[in-house]
């Protein structure tokens, strides 16, 4: 397997939709996927404004989990974005995802606020 920065191209992803692909600030000589032979077992997906980025979304393939992709995938995209000057980079999970914010620790990201998400049911006024 290998873990490589590649031009990947908007809309090849069969994990993320093409608006996510296509946003225009997310970065694909920064933005990495990990293969096996021609397939995609895992990628991160990175956006750069200046000396900052933001990790989009990080995506394994169920069936090669537990095998530090995820890892890779991020730490390839951070060496990355510090060659283009980046100088600070936030990331976020779902607080349910374990093993993604086992991930963060372990590459050196720190809880640094809180995101709290309010909804309501459209039934009522």
């Not at 873990?3 to 990947?8: L, P, T």
């Not at 991930?103 to 720190?110: A, C, H």
Request: glycine share 10%.
């Amino acid at each position: 397997m290998r873990a490589e920065s590649v031009d990947v191209q908007p809309g090849r992803s069969v994990v993320r939709r093409r608006s996510e692909w296509s946003h225009p600030d997310v970065d694909f000589q920064v933005s990495t996927v990990v293969c096996e032979g021609d397939r995609v077992v895992a990628f991160t997906e990175m956006r750069l404004v200046g000396d900052r980025a933001q990790h989009g979304f990080t995506g394994t393939r169920r069936d090669y989990r537990g095998r530090g992709l995820a890892t890779a995938a991020k730490c390839v995209a951070l060496r990355a974005a510090a060659s283009r000057g980046v100088t600070r980079v936030t990331t976020s999970n779902a607080e349910e995802n374990v093993s993604m914010r086992a991930v963060n620790r372990k590459l050196g990201f720190v809880p640094i606020g809180e995101h709290v998400i309010f909804g309501r049911d459209l039934g009522s006024p």
